[in-house]
C-alpha cells in the first residue's frame, strides 16, 4: 500500500524527522488560504500523485511540472487551479497519467544541496538496508545506472537495529561535517524508527536537503507498506486512496482474493500462487500475455470465485480466460458452480478454456457441460494454455 506525500509528512512529523511545514488542499481556495497560513516568503506547491518524478512531468493539458514555487497566495491559486482535476504524466505513472485531486502546499525551503536518502527491504541480506548518495534530486535511477560507487549501503541487523554509529557513517558518506551530520543522523535513526514502527517495505526521501541556513530536511517522501503487516497498522489503512489504485485489484480486495492486475490480454483464473504463476508462465510460453495473476485459494467460496470470474469480464483488455483448476482442498464443483453463477448475470464475450483435475473434476466437468456453457475444455496445463493461445489468435484475425 502507498499513501500521499501529505501524508507521509505527518508521519515524519510524529516520529520526529525533520521537514518543512505544509497543509494539503483540494480545492485553488483552499491552497490560497494554506499558503497564507504558512505565510513564508516563498511556498512550493505539490501536485499529490501516488508516483514519483512530479518535477519533471507534464499534465496532459499541456502545462508542465507537478511541482512549482511561487511568492504569493494568489499565485499558489492560480497553480493549484491549473493542477487540480488535471491529469499529470510522469515517467513513473505511464502514459496514461494519474488524474490530481489534492495539491499539498509547503514553506519553501532555500536548497544548497539535494541528497538521497531511503530504507528498504534487501531481499539478498534478508535485512533493511539505508540508502544514501550525494546525487540527490530528481533521477536516482540514472545515478545507480552510471556512477553506482556514488551510491552508499548500510546494512542493518534486523534485531539490534540501526546503530548510532551507522547513521554517523552515512552522514560521513553524505559529505557532511559537524552539526550537520549530526542532524543528519538524528535524522535518519528517527526515519529508520518509522520504517520498522509502520512496517514499511520503502521509505524514499529524494531529495533530502542541506539548505542555505545549514538545516537539514526531509523534502519529499515516497512510502511503500507492507500489506501483510497492514491488520496492525488500522491509522495507516485509513490513509489508503482508493482512487489511485487498480480498481480491478480494490475489487478483488473486498473479496479476499489475491488478484494482480496485468498488461495482458488472457485472463487466468487458479488456485495456488504456484500455480498461478506456472500458468502465467506458460501463457507466455505459448506466445500469449496474461491479464492478471489470480489465486483464488484453497478455499474459496462459490461467491468468491463468482466475483473473481466478474472482475475478469469486466476487464476490457481480456480477450480470452483460461481456469486452470488442480483440486485439492478447493473442489472443481465449487469452481464451476461460481463460473456459473457469474454467468446468470452476463453472457461470456469471449473464449474460455477450462482445465479441471482432482477433487471433484468429473463432477465440475459435468456442471459446466450441463449448463450449455461454450466452454473449451483441456487435458493439462500445457493443452489449456495452448488452447486459449489459439482461441485469442484466431478471434482476433
Ligand atoms: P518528485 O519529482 O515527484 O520526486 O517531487 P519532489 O518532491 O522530489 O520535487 C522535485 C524537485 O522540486 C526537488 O528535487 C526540488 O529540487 C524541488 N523542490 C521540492 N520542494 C522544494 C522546496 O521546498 N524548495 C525548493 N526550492 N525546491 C523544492
Ligand atoms: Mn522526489
Redesign the pocket.
Known amino acids: 500500500m502507498n499513501i500521499h506525500e501529505y501524508q507521509a509528512r505527518d508521519l515524519f512529523e510524529k516520529f520526529g524527522v525533520a521537514s ?1 511545514r505544509g497543509k494539503m488542499a483540494s480545492t485553488p481556495r483552499e491552497a490560497e488560504i494554506a499558503a497564507q497560513e504558512l505565510g513564508t516568503e516563498k511556498i ?1 506547491i ?1 501536485a499529490q500523485i501516488h508516483a ?5 512531468g507534464v499534465f496532459t493539458n499541456g502545462f508542465k511540472g ?2 512549482h ?1 511561487c511568492s504569493r497566495p494568489e499565485e499558489i491559486r492560480e497553480m493549484a487551479a491549473k493542477m487540480l482535476g488535471q491529469t499529470l504524466v510522469t515517467h513513473q505513472t505511464g502514459p496514461a497519467g494519474r488524474m490530481v485531486n489534492k495539491v499539498y502546499v ?1 514553506e ?4 544548497a544541496k ?1 541528497l538521497y536518502l531511503a530504507i528498504l527491504l534487501d531481499r539478498a541480506s534478508s535485512a533493511p538496508v539505508v540508502i544514501a548518495s550525494t546525487q540527490g ?2 533521477d536516482i535511477e540514472a545515478v545507480a545506472a552510471q556512477t553506482p560507487e556514488k551510491i552508499f549501503r548500510e546494512s542493518v541487523h534486523p534485531l539490534l537495529g540501526l546503530q548510532p554509529f551507522q547513521a554517523r557513517k552515512l552522514a560521513a558518506a553524505l559529505g557532511l561535517h559537524g552539526p550537520q551530520a549530526a542532524q543528519a543522523a538524528k535524522l535518519i535513526l528517527a526515519l529508520y524508527k518509522l520504517f520498522i514502527t509502520c512496517d514499511c517495505s520503502l521509505v524514499e526521501v ?2 533530502l536537503v542541506i539548505t542555505k541556513t545549514g538545516e537539514v530536511l526531509a ?2 517522501a515516497k512510502f511503500n507498506f507492507d500489506d501483510n503487516a497492514l491488520y496492525r497498522h488500522p491509522e495507516i489503512v485509513a490513509l489508503r486512496d482508493f482512487t489511485e489504485e487498480d480498481p480491478r485489484e480494490v475489487e478483488a480486495s473486498k473479496y479476499c482474493l489475491n488478484y494482480i492486475g496485468l498488461e495482458g490480454n488472457i485472463a487466468c483464473l487458479v488456485n495456488g500462487a504456484g500455480l498461478a504463476m506456472a500458468t502465467m508462465d506458460i501463457i507466455k510460453h505459448c506466445g500469449g500475455e496474461p491479464a492478471n495473476f489470480l489465486d483464488v485459494g484453497g478455499s474459496a467460496t462459490k461467491e468468491q470465485v463468482a466475483a473473481a470470474f466478474k472482475i475478469i469480464l469486466s476487464d476490457p483488455n481480456v480477450k480470452g480466460i483460461l481456469v486452470n483448476i488442480f483440486g485439492g482442498i478447493m473442489r472443481c464443483d465449487i469452481i464451476a458452480e461460481g463460473i456459473l453463477a457469474a454467468m446468470q448475470e452476463t453472457h461470456l464475450p469471449v473464449p474460455l478454456v477450462v482445465r479441471l483435475e482432482g477433487s471433484n473434476a468429473n463432477l465440475g466437468k459435468k456442471l459446466i457441460k450441463d449448463s450449455g456453457l461454450a466452454v473449451i475444455s483441456a487435458d493439462s496445463l500445457a493443452d489449456g494454455a495452448e488452447k486459449i493461445v489459439a482461441a485469442v489468435k484466431a478471434q482476433a484475425a
Do not use: S
Open positions: 518543512p512550493v505539490k514519483g518524478g512530479r518535477g519533471k507537478g511541482v514555487t509547503v519553501a525551503a532555500e536548497i539535494e534530486g530528481m529524494n531529495p523534502l519529499d
